[in-house]
């Protein structure tokens, strides 16, 4: 099974220097973007914008990133266990105490909830309060199922506010990863919406610029860095970036460029795994609905954002965007 980190591949790489993104591949990709609903294209390499472009919007305009929020979550996660809060194999029922004398739901860990195989069910989109998803009955047994949805974000949400305030700290999730994290890389948010319960969405519900959005990217392509210094810590860093036992294109809230060993419709919206061998083998992707992309490749120095217009109606209906991330990385010359 493929169990390098992230930082352990990109060290495996030859070391051949990437080209530099011209001005006409930077065109290419704000066309193809564009004929696909786009309104942002920004790419970053070496830490400098070599392509920005907005269609409808402006560089200070924060859109919604929809489920690219969920790739948040995993940097919380990173960040919990530097601190001390958290281990990725503990037992979720050691914090959700109700859930002890479950015989299914006191098995589940936290690297389960994160991969999304501890069996919550739900709906997409409509993401569940805190105790709702507390509360909400396993769709299947853990360890057995990928099932992408909004329940396991929420649930570490409550998770992380319940083990803060054991701490004697503000039991906010937001405000925790923004302490710890986007203030520390300079990273604002534009919005980020609660639900009815007051807490914050971690499903969904980030609005950011792209250039704020590249800046986590940045901190992933820096290797969970800042000025040199770990900010989380590495090894649940590289964690993120592995593929899970279940579906070997999902890590721990991140998107990976490998095939998934059973058929599933969100992971099916990516054409990712099927151009594997064509793709550099440490590009992690935070996706969401509308096709909102941000692609890291440290071995190509590049962080790419990728922003849309997203039709719900088209959505509802289950029409087929014809987004291609393939095509839109080929025109800015990435491949292995």
């Keep these: 099974m493929y169990r390098m980190g992230m930082m352990v591949a990109f060290a495996l790489l030859p070391t051949v220097a990437a080209a530099q993104v011209t001005p006409s591949q930077c065109t290419a990709a704000e066309r193809y973007s564009a004929s696909h609903r786009g309104i942002a294209v920004l790419v970053l390499q070496d830490g400098k914008i070599v392509c920005e472009v907005y269609t409808g919007s402006n560089a200070s305009t924060a859109n919604e990133l929809w489920s690219g929020t969920k790739s948040f979550v995993g940097i919380m996660a990173a960040a919990a266990v530097q601190d001390g809060l958290l281990t990725l194999d503990e037992l979720a029922a050691d914090t959700l105490v109700e859930w ?199 071995s190509l120095r590049l962080t790419i954002v990728r922003q849309a217009r997203l039709d719900i109606a088209a959505l509802t209906r289950g029409e087929k965007s014809g987004w291609s991330d393939f095509a839109f990385l080929q025109t800015i010359g990435v491949r292995r």
């Design 100 to 298: 002890k004398g479950d015989p299914r739901k006191s098995t589940i860990t936290l690297r389960q909830l994160l991969s999304m195989s501890a069996g919550q069910g739900g709906v997409i989109g409509r993401p569940p309060s805190y105790a709702d998803a507390v509360r909400a009955p396993l769709a299947s047994t853990p360890g057995t199922r990928f099932e992408y949805g909004p329940t396991p974000m929420q649930l570490f949400g409550e998770i992380m506010r319940r083990k803060l305030i054991a701490k004697g700290l503000d039991g906010n999730p937001l405000n925790y990863l923004k302490r710890r994290i986007l203030d520390p890389i300079g990273l604002t948010i534009g919005s980020w919406r609660d639900g009815p319960d007051g807490n914050p969405l971690l499903p969904q519900g980030a609005s950011l610029t792209s250039r704020n959005w590249a800046k986590l990217g940045e901190f992933v392509r820096n290797g969970g860095r800042l000025q040199g210094k770990p900010l989380v810590d590495p090894a649940a860093f590289d964690a993120l970036f592995q593929p899970s036992a279940l579906n070997p294109a999902y890590g721990l809230t991140w998107w990976l460029p490998h095939s998934p060993k059973m058929a599933d419709p969100v992971t099916a919206g990516s054409d990712l795994g099927a151009h594997a061998a064509d793709l550099p083998v440490d590009i992690v992707t935070a996706a969401g609905a509308g096709d909102q992309r941000m692609y890291v490749i440290p």
